[in-house]
């Protein structure tokens, strides 16, 4: 069975910056995507970041680009999303997903995804 369990987040001063984590397990993820979302009290959930297992195929929602970096490390079955220069709006609960690479999709809805964790709250404060 699928697993993904995210950690990393917390609450920080505008401008800092966190790392978010999402460790995998249940299956082989070569040819798997990992995706962030984040959703915000009273909003949609909103697609913030994907990256295939492999490495490649990386994408960023217009709102964090330049400000976030997605990874992985393979040999520990973890994502990352690197986020600096946090603001008051980047403030949500963060989740990560996976599902299979689908070739020439670019994967940023949330039905592109099969498996989710459980979310991890980041508040940034002004």
């Known amino acids: 069975q699928v697993q993904l369990v995210e950690s990393g987040g917390g609450l920080v001063q505008a401008g800092g910056s966190l790392r978010l984590s999402c460790a995998a397990s249940?299956?082989?993820?070569?040819?798997?995507?990992v995706g962030w979302f984040r959703q915000a009290p009273g909003r949609e959930r909103e697609f913030v970041a994907t990256?295939?297992?492999?490495?490649?195929?990386?994408y960023y929602a217009d709102s964090v680009k330049g400000r976030f970096t997605i990874s992985r490390d393979n040999a520990k079955n973890t994502g990352y999303l690197q986020m600096n220069s946090l603001k008051p709006e980047d403030t949500a609960v963060y989740y990560c997903?996976?599902?299979?690479?689908?070739?020439?999709?670019?994967?940023?809805?949330?039905?592109?995804?099969?498996?989710w964790g459980q979310g991890t709250q980041v508040t940034v404060s002004s």
């Open positions: 997903a996976s599902a299979p690479f689908r070739f020439g999709r670019l994967q940023r809805e949330q039905s592109d995804y099969e498996y």
């Open positions: 249940g299956r082989t993820f070569s040819n798997y995507v």
């Open positions: 990256i295939r297992w492999t490495g490649g195929n990386i």
